[in-house]
């Protein structure tokens, strides 16, 4: 069946320090692949997207870029805030599938 | 806000008493989720309807009962719950056959006492 897997949190940086965090999936077609946000006391939000082999998902400075070779589609942002701190869920739908498979999630914080 | 709206955000309920949680989307999606958020455990997706039919239940207890209406309102109705059931619950919805993922809702924050 489909999988997400993500990197174990929890991760800790200081402000302004490069983030990534790892997602690897199995899936038995083309999926879609998504990055969720959760912040303290809310629902998840989307936070980026990508339908297809090589797109880039960006947004708030953050993105992921779907890799078919390595199944892969990895969280990246170039210089972190406080805000930032979070839970991140990565997530795949099948296509024409309903059920979107999310991995364990990663909390994030971000010191000042 | 998101489109999903969730009520109570907050509840606090004795194992005795019945309650119910409430999802209502302005987006016109046509499938509606229930999910448990416990701490330290992985998403739990709970019941899956599609078209207001339910599609998915998850070998989640009778002690939680869902409800769709229609295709904008979701209800999850709960009764004689144990303190292992308090948890986070989030509704979402999306639209079927799209890869645009689901929308979710700001929860409601459950306590069993």
């Known amino acids: 069946g489909n999988s997400v897997t993500q990197m174990e949190g929890p991760v800790t940086l200081s402000e302004e320090a490069f983030l990534t965090i790892n997602c690897t999936y199995t899936a038995t077609g083309y999926p879609s692949l998504f990055w969720y946000v959760q912040y303290p006391g809310e629902g998840l939000q989307l936070l980026l997207k990508?339908?297809?082999?090589?797109d880039k998902g960006s947004n708030k400075g953050f993105e992921a870029t779907y890799r078919k070779e390595t199944t892969s589609f990895h969280l990246e942002k170039g210089s972190v805030q406080v805000s930032d701190s979070a839970v991140y869920f990565c997530?795949?739908?099948?296509?024409?599938?309903?059920?979107?498979?999310f991995g364990q999630g990663t909390r994030l914080t971000i010191n000042p | 806000e998101t489109g999903v709206t969730q009520t109570p955000r907050h509840l606090v309920m004795g194992m005795t008493n019945k309650k119910s949680l409430k999802c209502e989307q302005h987006l016109g999606h046509n499938a509606m989720y229930w999910y448990k958020q416990s701490a330290k455990k992985p998403l739990e997706l709970m019941f899956v309807?599609?078209?207001?039919?339910?599609?998915e239940n998850n070998s989640v207890p009778s002690r939680f009962s869902p409800e769709c209406p229609n295709s904008s309102h979701l209800f999850l109705h709960l009764h004689t719950l144990q303190p292992e059931d308090s948890a986070l619950y989030l509704c979402?919805?999306?639209?079927?056959?799209?890869?645009?993922?689901?929308?979710f809702g700001s929860g409601t924050r459950l306590t069993v006492v």
């Open positions: 309807y599609s078209l207001e039919e339910r599609v």
């Open positions: 997530a795949l739908i099948e296509k024409g599938a309903q059920k979107l498979v």
């Open positions: 979402a919805s999306s639209r079927s056959g799209t890869d645009y993922g689901y929308t």
């Open positions: 990508a339908t297809k082999a090589d």
